[in-house]
């Protein structure tokens, strides 16, 4: 089965981490893509330019590039990405994450096998230092009818661990415009337009946890804004009752208004439920 890679990068990455990234999803794996569409948002560093020309030489015509002339955030960069992409299937990687060996060749099998599954995700394994020890995991529940109940309160897939259908990705107009949640609100308009999820309940992917970023990014008023925002759509597309849109506002921003070490706390601890 044939697939593109879906991936973003900007400024602010590390060369040496995009270069894991890209060793882990082309010289680890047991599957390999049949196209890498890289979407550049903005400009790069040098260091992140010459990686990238390391792999266009490698990889030949394998490899893509989508040139943005200003940063535009996550969910624009996925958006023009996706528009790019040749294959049916396509798999996201974070630029400074890990997948594991098996990954593809995993998915793979789940779509070879049920024709009517539109996205599936797998399990996340965190790490601070060394991708080999792992802290803790994303756990998201396995059936379809699972997965429902738990994006009433949050994504149902680990995004850095999607592949999913492009047909019904560009039928319900692909990523927003959000800088964080695009990929919440994505798959949400995905099940409200019928597709069929599936989550692998084993981590096909390492990420790293980056000392409080990610929940410096999750936590402050602006996110609490992008978040108010997401959940009204929610509510209009009537995915969520007034209740359930109620409980995931008032939830969601006492929790992203507190201090980062409380906050980092909690978000281990919502993994786990």
């Given at each position: 089965?044939?697939?593109?890679?879906?991936?973003?990068?900007?400024?602010?990455?590390?060369?040496?981490?995009?270069?894991?990234?890209?060793?882990?999803?082309?010289?680890?794996?047991?599957?390999?893509?049949?196209?890498?569409?890289?979407?550049?948002?903005?400009?790069?560093?040098?260091?992140?330019?010459?990686?990238?020309?390391?792999?266009?030489?490698?990889?030949?015509?394998?490899?893509?590039?989508?040139?943005?002339?200003?940063?535009?955030?996550?969910?624009?960069?996925?958006?023009?990405?996706?528009?790019?992409?040749?294959?049916?299937?396509?798999?996201?990687?974070?630029?400074?994450?890990?997948?594991?060996?098996?990954?593809?060749?995993?998915?793979?099998?789940?779509?070879?096998?049920?024709?009517?599954?539109?996205?599936?995700?797998?399990?996340?394994?965190?790490?601070?230092?060394?991708?080999?020890?792992?802290?803790?995991?994303?756990r998201t529940p396995e059936s379809h009818d699972e997965i429902v109940k738990f994006a009433k309160s949050r994504s149902p897939?680990?995004?850095?661990?999607?592949?999913?259908?492009?047909?019904?990705?560009?039928?319900?107009?692909?990523?927003?415009?959000?800088?964080?949640?695009?990929?919440?609100?994505?798959?949400?308009?995905?099940?409200?337009?019928?597709?069929?999820?599936?989550?692998?309940?084993?981590?096909?992917?390492?990420?790293?946890?980056?000392?409080?970023?990610?929940?410096?990014?999750?936590?402050?008023?602006?996110?609490?804004?992008?978040?108010?925002?997401?959940?009204?759509?929610?509510?209009?597309?009537?995915?969520?009752?007034?209740?359930?849109?109620?409980?995931?506002?008032?939830?969601?921003?006492?929790?992203?208004?507190?201090?980062?070490?409380?906050?980092?706390?909690?978000?281990?601890?919502?993994?786990?439920?």
């Amino acid at each position: 089965m044939e697939f593109t890679i879906l991936m973003s990068v900007y400024y602010k990455e590390s060369s040496n981490v995009f270069n894991r990234a890209m060793q882990s999803i082309w010289d680890d794996q047991t599957i390999r893509p049949s196209e890498i569409v890289l979407v550049e948002d903005g400009p790069l560093t040098a260091e992140l330019y010459q990686e990238i020309d390391y792999w266009q030489e490698k990889l030949k015509n394998v490899f893509k590039v989508v040139r943005l002339e200003k940063n535009v955030g996550t969910g624009r960069a996925k958006k023009a990405g996706l528009e790019a992409c040749s294959y049916d299937l396509i798999a996201i990687m974070d630029t400074d994450d890990v997948s594991l060996p098996t990954r593809f060749e995993r998915q793979l099998s789940i779509f070879s096998g049920d024709d009517d599954i539109d996205v599936c995700g797998a399990w996340v394994g965190e790490f601070e230092h060394n991708e080999s020890e792992i802290v803790s995991y994303r756990r998201t529940p396995e059936s379809h009818d699972e997965i429902v109940k738990f994006a009433k309160s949050r994504s149902p897939v680990n995004h850095p661990t999607a592949m999913y259908k492009r047909d019904l990705a560009l039928s319900v107009n692909g990523y927003g415009k959000y800088r964080t949640s695009q990929d919440y609100h994505l798959f949400v308009k995905m099940l409200v337009a019928g597709g069929k999820f599936y989550n692998i309940q084993e981590s096909l992917v390492s990420m790293r946890m980056g000392n409080g970023q990610l929940e410096s990014r999750r936590g402050g008023l602006n996110n609490i804004i992008i978040e108010v925002t997401v959940q009204r759509e929610f509510y209009r597309m009537g995915f969520l009752s007034f209740y359930e849109l109620f409980r995931n506002i008032s939830v969601g921003s006492i929790v992203r208004m507190l201090p980062q070490k409380i906050l980092k706390v909690v978000f281990r601890i919502i993994r786990k439920l």
